[in-house]
């Protein structure tokens, strides 16, 4: 790995223009160098716009139903064809994204919150509340994740918000885990213990040093959770335990459409790929972030 | 004496599962009593009237104190009694044995898929690496982790069986045709009844499912290995194998996967867990009778004891699973001391 010292012209060197880069800044230069990542980034911004201007983008009502036009292929007018109710699926597929990005962005944010404190009370303090806070962790990553979403909502009931919340608490002890080991590894440090001799609060040194020292890993790892947490929730949206009707969820859009499979088979394709492009997007980005932000977990 | 360490080491790792396995026994247990309001009347309907949900209450054993009811339910499950379907009535340990039997057949398959294509792209690609041989798998292997498993399963239905009409799209076996069931595993039933015609048919319905619940798994099992077989082919005794004229294909498969697949192993591991959450889904969508459809369809009838039981159950494998993989871990990498 070059350091951006070594990557400067020599004029510029000789010129004495050097430039201090940050260390984000320089993830940033990485990160702009590999195309998959950048792919990744315009993926996710795709999305993220898509979900956000989805009321100004769409032609149509994406829950209007119109049963004299049911089932018609990609046309002109309606560029993804209609659905089994006659609603264009251009405007189900922008919403969708709405949706998912929404139950992405803030599962992972839940998780990422709760997490976070739970893992650095349990390194920082370690003792039997580390003890506890790991206990609790091994018990919740001993169910496969999707079945322990789908018991929480089988608890909660089913709905949208219900999913979100099942799929943030199934996440925690991943973000937990993650920052309890940076904790245990920080804590070490010199700068630690002269910021404890110097007097300074235990939650002081908590928020001031230790957490920021443990955010590169924790972005990583939330931009990848946001991937599984799209496939989490059109897991359950699929299995008719997330999004209801008439809510243009892609998962429950599949659900809704798989007896055309055969008749019209864009009706299924379509939020497939919708799926797939946004999971993509985040995966690429994630990946991409990691090589340049954290150049060691390569 | 040298046997020793193994032993302890295998019997803490044990040990160490009990207060995991504990804990696992209360989340479970817990379901029944989160559910928001009265579980009772929530099972029952808003029509129930209040005898019968009395009724109900007292056969669930919700009219307990909290402790004893936990006491009850965990002095059961040690038994081997998962209690009763609130709507079969039958109890949930016989119910649930054939559907395990098709679940583990599933998965079972579907790890095998995994791990054999998985393991030889990784490696191919290793060996290619940054040429197409290397580039087009690895981007497969993008999508393969990128597509929901659900997707997947009907796009494979309506390729290869609506389309191509090469295989079958649901169930089991012909459903023409009764399969006399010995272990549940109709592979090795029909064998067994030396019905070859139903055997190539459960082999059929088995492709399908089998491929969409592994695909998931092959394409993180197949990155994995590329990244541990990029490592291990910089080291010297790879160097040392070339360079005394061994053929590359030995160089690879046998100095280089020996001692890549450790970490393959781990990730084989994990994905079970994802084999078991993701058979509630493939399950569905190709009529497979297995736990995951078992609980599916529970979660329709608001039956919480066959929720429970199949999702304890689920769990339990899973930790299984992990422990055996973990120590396998340990024999395959004799580096990693039995502390």
Sequence with gaps: MQSGLATMP????????????????????????????????????????????????????????????????????????????????????????????????????????????????????????????????????????????????????????????????????????????KVLGIKQEEYIMAARAQGMSQVRILFRHVLPNSWTPLIVQGTLGVASAILEAAALGFLGLGAQPPEAEWGKMLADSRDYITTAPWVVMIPGFAIMASVIGFNLFGDGLRDALDPKAQ | ??????????????????????????????????????????????????????????????????????????????????????????????????????????????????????????????????????????????????MPIFWLGLMEQWLFGLQLEWLPVLGRNDPRVTVETI???????????????????????????????GTIPMAYIARMTRSSMLEVLKHDYVRTARAKGLHEFFVVYKHGLKNAFAPVMTIIGLEVGRLLGGAVLTETIFGWPGVGQYIYNAIGYRDYAVIQSGILVLAVIFIVVNLIVDLLYSYLDPRIQYK
């Design chain 1, 10 to 181: 020599a004029e510029e060197l000789s010129a004495g223009k050097v430039r201090r880069r940050t260390p984000w800044s320089e993830g940033v230069r990485r990160l702009r160098k590999q195309k998959a990542a950048v792919i990744g980034g315009a993926l996710v911004l795709l999305f993220i716009l898509t979900g956000l201007f989805a009321p100004l983008l769409a032609p149509h009502d994406p829950i209007e139903q119109n049963l004299a036009n049911t089932l018609q292929p990609p046309s002109a007018e309606h560029w993804f064809g209609t659905d089994d109710s006659g609603r264009d699926m251009f405007s189900r597929i922008l919403y969708g994204a709405r949706i998912s990005m929404t139950i992405g962005i803030f599962s992972v944010l839940g998780s990422l919150v709760v997490g976070t404190l739970l893992g650095l009370i349990a390194g920082f303090y370690g003792k039997w509340i580390d003890t506890l806070i790991s206990r609790i962790f091994d018990v919740m990553l001993a169910f496969p994740g999707i079945l322990l979403a789908i018991a929480i909502v089988a608890i909660l009931g089913p709905g949208l918000f219900n999913a979100l919340l099942a799929i943030a608490i199934v996440n925690v002890p991943m973000y937990g885990r993650l920052v309890r080991a």
């Design chain 2, 1 to 146: 004496m040298g046997c020793k360490p193994v032993i302890r080491y295998t019997a803490r790792r044990i040990f160490q599962l009990i207060p995991v396995l504990f804990g696992v026994s209360i989340i479970v247990f817990a379901i029944i009593n989160l559910i928001p309001g009265d579980p009772a009347q929530v099972i029952l309907g808003e029509r129930a009237d209040a005898e019968s949900i009395q009724k109900l209450r007292h056969e669930l054993g919700l009219d307990l104190p909290l402790y004893q009811q936990y006491g009850n339910y965990l002095l059961n499950i040690l038994q081997g009694d998962l209690g009763t379907s609130l709507v079969t009535g039958k109890a949930i340990s016989e119910e649930l044995l054939p559907h395990l039997a098709a679940t583990a057949e599933l998965t079972l398959f579907a790890m095998i898929f995994a791990v054999i294509v998985g393991v030889n792209v990784g490696i191919v690609s290793a060996w290619k690496r940054n040429t197409w041989i290397d580039y087009i798998p690895m981007l497969l292997a993008l999508v393969g982790v990128s």
């Design chain 2, 183 to 213: 272990t549940h595993f109709y592979l090795i039933d029909t064998l067994l009844a030396g019905n070859y015609e139903q055997f190539w048919s459960s082999v059929r319905h088995l492709i399908l499912p089998a491929m969409a619940l």
